[in-house]
Every structure is written in structure tokens, then in C-alpha cells.
T-cell receptor
Framework: SAVISQKPSRDICQRGTSLTIQCQVD?????MFWYRQQPGQSLTLIAT?????????ESGFVIDKFPISRPNLTFSTLTVSNMSPEDSSIYLC???????????FGPGTRLTVT | DQQVKQNSPSLSVQEGRISILNCDYT??????FLWYKKYPAEGPTFLIS?????DKNEDGRFTVFLNKSAKHLSLHIVPSQPGDSAVYFC??????????????FGKGTKLSVIP
């Protein structure tokens, strides 16, 4: 498995501002992912964070709204830009180890936009 | 269209009895299935998985059953303990290219084990 930390654990932000969430893994991993969990909903994949190249976004998510950085194999950031109340969610990063199907998740960032 | 469905939002079980959580899927490309447990204010924790070539996988108190023809899987917890109270997510995996596997999650079932 892998140990994953996220910062901040929670934040309350004003409409129109941006928040950058950090994800740190205790070992080098190839595959890192960002998910969103809206209240009462399942986990939805936002994008795959690719090291050294642009992230791969899922349908309904765009780079201008959710820019992602992946400067190395242990770290990634997700920015939620120009926030609105609809962006209030839990944001989670996860990693997939090379030898398994399983993904391991960070503790999540609870974002509230007012 | 939800490809992974957990039709029971909640389930209450007496301590010591069996908990059965169900999950249905629609995509035949899914080849690996996983269950995650999530406590409040924590990320999901991997619990148990099963390959599409098997029909049963057991790990201690946890057993996952897969019925491919019915596109249905279930998680059995026996005996249930109060510490098992959490939200359980069913997830299905399909190849996404370049050696990665994309997970599709259900909405979760909140299990409450009553002492």
C-alpha cells in the first residue's frame, strides 16, 4: 500500500476565489488520480495526473476549471478555480501501484464555498 | 447512466449477525471489482477485491461473491461488529490504457451495526 497525505484537510472559501489542494505520497508512483465526491454521491474521477505531461481529464471536467500539476512521482496539486457553491465537495487524491488493481486514497479535502 | 449501482443507501444489522451489501453493474468490460470502506472525515480504505474470473474471495470476516451472468456482486460480513459501521463503496475496474485501470464507483451503502 501507500501512505497519502492531503493539504488542507478542509477549507471554507468565498465564491470566485481559487484553492489549491496538495497530495503527497510516501513512495514513487506512476498513476495518481483526483476524484470529487459531492454530498450523497459516488466518487467521480476528475482527471489522471500524469508526471511530466498534461493531465487527462474526464468528460465534464476541464483544465481551466481544475488545473493539475504533477512535478514528480510523489506529489500533485489540484486547483479548483473561480469557485462557486456547486464546487462544495470532498476532493480526494489516489494512487495506483504498478503491481495491483487497487487504488489507495488520501484522507480528502472538504471544501465549502460560500 | 450509472454503471455501478448500490440500490440500498443504508442497512442496519445487529452485532454478531451477517451483513450483506449488494452491488449491480452494467458494463461487461469491467474485469475487476473492489469494495472500499469509508469512515467520516477519512478517505476510502480498500477492503477486498475479486477478479472477474473468480466467483468468490474470502478474507477473514469479509467475503465477496461475484455472479457474472447476473452482473451482481455482494459483500458479506460475518459476524458484524460495531466497528464495521461505515459507508461501503462498490467499485468496478476496466482497463484505461497505458497500464492503468479506471475505477467506477457506486453511491455507497451506509452500514450501521447495532450493539
Amino acid at each position: 500500500s501507500a501512505v497519502i497525505s492531503q493539504k488542507p484537510s478542509r477549507d471554507i472559501c468565498q465564491r470566485g476565489t481559487s484553492l489549491t489542494i496538495q497530495c503527497q505520497v510516501d513512495s514513487q508512483v506512476t498513476m495518481m488520480f483526483w476524484y470529487r465526491q459531492q454530498p450523497g454521491q459516488s466518487l467521480t474521477l476528475i482527471a489522471t495526473a500524469n508526471q511530466g505531461s498534461e493531465a487527462t481529464y474526464e468528460s465534464g471536467f476541464v483544465i481551466d476549471k481544475f488545473p493539475i500539476s504533477r512535478p514528480n512521482l510523489t506529489f500533485s496539486t489540484l486547483t479548483v478555480s473561480n469557485m462557486s457553491p456547486e464546487d462544495s465537495s470532498i476532493y480526494l487524491c489516489s494512487v495506483q501501484l504498478a503491481t495491483s488493481y487497487e487504488q489507495y486514497f488520501g484522507p480528502g479535502t472538504r471544501l465549502t464555498v460560500t | 447512466d450509472q454503471q455501478v449501482k448500490q440500490n440500498s443507501p443504508s442497512l442496519s444489522v445487529q452485532e454478531g449477525r451477517i451483513s450483506i451489501l449488494n452491488c449491480d453493474y452494467t458494463n461487461s468490460m469491467f474485469d475487476y471489482f473492489l469494495w472500499y470502506k469509508k469512515y467520516p472525515a477519512e478517505g476510502p480504505t480498500f477492503l477486498i477485491s475479486i477478479s472477474s474470473i473468480k466467483d468468490k474471495n474470502e478474507d477473514g470476516r469479509f467475503t465477496v461473491f461475484l455472479n457474472k451472468s447476473a452482473k451482481h456482486l455482494s459483500l458479506h460480513i460475518v459476524p458484524s461488529q460495531p466497528g464495521d459501521s461505515a459507508v461501503y463503496f462498490c467499485a468496478a475496474s476496466a482497463p484505461a490504457g497505458a497500464g492503468s485501470y479506471q475505477l467506477t464507483f457506486g453511491k455507497g451503502t451506509k452500514l450501521s451495526v447495532i450493539p
